[in-house]
């Protein structure tokens, strides 16, 4: 079995920052991408932010020059740094990871159980 435990959410103003963390657990053998998802109520949920296993990234142009996507493959970890947020930032925020199990036979895309992000005054 894979888990994926999301942390680092909560509470924060316009303009502040928080540092989001995915750690994924279980018989692992190798994980390619690593991705960052967000959804609002009565929206699809949409990729943020991607690294794969040799390090290229992909952001959505929202959150260019603000988010920081990164990974510590020792960990079998995924970080997202969120910069200068605002309300529009405001949603629930997943992991995602293509993983590799020990008895498997392809990567499957496992997924976190989300963490909310409040962006306030």
């Known amino acids: 079995q894979v888990q994926l435990v999301e942390s680092g959410g909560g509470l924060v103003q316009p303009g502040g920052s928080l540092r989001l963390s995915c750690a994924a657990s279980?018989?692992?053998?190798?994980?390619?991408?690593m991705d960052w998802y967000r959804q609002t109520p009565g929206k699809q949920r949409e990729l943020i932010a991607r690294?794969?296993?040799?390090?290229?990234?992909y952001y959505l142009d929202s959150v260019k020059g603000r988010f920081s996507i990164s990974r510590d493959n020792a960990k079998n970890t995924v970080y997202l740094q969120m910069n200068s947020l605002s309300p529009e930032d405001t949603a629930v925020y997943y992991c995602?990871?293509?993983?590799?199990?020990?008895?498997?036979?392809?990567?499957?895309?496992?997924w976190g159980q989300g963490t909310q992000v409040t962006v306030s005054s």
């Open positions: 690294i794969g296993a040799g390090g290229y990234t």
């Open positions: 279980g018989n692992i053998f190798s994980i390619n991408d």
């Open positions: 995602s990871a293509a993983i590799l199990t020990l008895d498997g036979r392809k990567y499957v895309d496992y």
